[in-house]
């Protein structure tokens, strides 16, 4: 029992004795984490958002395109924040142009590799 006491009271010395960390050494893993989380996550999120926003400002009447939903149409007009989509049997309707998910020339023509 006394050889433990004596072991523990050792330890305590010798952690005692030895330098102190500095106080922003501390804070290092946390800064590697943020900067792989940036470049794994939030830089390509900021860039497909980027080309999706770059893509809708671009979109003309005529364009075969999809919704986020899964609707297939051709736009036949434009407003500030809505698009009328052509439907294969003639219907018309209105979404978003926010909810347009691309160009459905991409789907409907795949390229074969």
Partial sequence: M????IASAHAQT???ASPQQAPWMSMV???LIFLVMYFLMIRPQKKKMQEE???ITKLNQGD?????SGILGKITGIADKIVTLELEGGARMKVLKSHIGGSAKAILNPEKK
């Fill in 14 to 16: 010798a952690t005692a």
């Fill in 53 to 55: 926003q770059e893509f």
């Fill in 64 to 68: 075969e395109v999809f919704t986020k």
């Fill in 29 to 31: 893993p946390f800064v």
């Fill in 2 to 5: 006394m050889n433990l006491l």
